[in-house]
């Protein structure tokens, strides 16, 4: 039986981290916790959230910190890191776009299935208006949103059910999900443009939006950009 073996049996819980490594002074120490937070980031598939970053660094350690100094590292690099939906995550930088598009057919090499126009029109409207009801969608576009509509936007888990309606029949509502906001590079929707200021400007209204005039730009950072059918 080898000494690895005889150290850790395989259903055995993994040692416990040192994460406040009071051996290293404090610029290694630093320079460790910086390499930790960006390796947790670098391996997880969608955002990591404070609590799960917390984790791996010590008790004194301001994350902020640490995540500006990686962010100042990352300056010249082709990739950056960026708050979305509640966490940090690594994103190619949208001059690269082009690149990445030529290498692999889609602007994020993902294949993510493109939105029609349809269905980026009510995406849209679930998000300025959320929680709303199928019934308030098709009200609001003067014709029916469709069960299938909604379920291309479920499946891309872009949208979910919210609660319950106050409506007889107590309807399900649709929200937005995390997600969203990570494909749209939004930490929150709080950082949506405001609707009635892109009213204001002229930029925005509800006569365009139900005439399916509107052809929503917004990038994804790194991630493949909503297409809109003509």
């Not at 776009?97 to 993902?110: E, R, V």
Request: aromatic share 6%; glycine share 8%; net charge negative.
């Amino acid at each position: 039986m080898s000494q690895a073996s005889v150290r850790r049996k395989p259903d055995d819980q993994p040692a416990l981290l040192d994460t406040e490594l009071e051996h290293l002074p404090p610029e290694l120490r630093w320079r460790e916790w910086m390499g930790r937070v960006e390796a947790v980031i670098f391996a997880a598939s969608e955002p990591v959230p404070r609590e799960v970053l917390t984790r791996v660094v010590g008790r004194n350690c301001n994350l902020d910190l640490v995540i500006d100094d990686i962010r100042a590292e990352l300056a010249g690099r082709p990739y950056e890191l960026v708050a979305a939906a509640g966490g940090w995550q690594h994103r190619t930088k949208k001059v690269f776009g082009d690149a990445i598009h030529a290498a692999f057919g889609t602007p994020a090499g993902q294949g993510t299935k493109e939105l029609t126009q349809s269905e980026a029109l009510v995406l849209m409207c679930i998000a300025y208006f959320q929680p709303i009801t199928r019934g308030e969608l098709s009200s609001f576009f003067g014709k029916e949103v469709s069960r299938d509509l909604i379920g291309v936007l479920r499946a891309q888990e872009l949208i979910a059910s919210g609660p319950r309606s106050p409506q007889p029949g107590a309807p399900y509502t649709y929200v937005t999900t995390k997600n969203f906001l990570s494909q749209f590079g939004l930490d929150t929707l709080r950082q949506l443009p405001d609707f009635e200021a892109l009213e204001d400007a002229g930029l925005l209204s509800k006569e365009k939006l139900l005439a399916g005039d509107i052809v929503p730009e917004v990038s994804r950072e790194g991630r493949a950009e909503i297409g809109i059918e003509e």
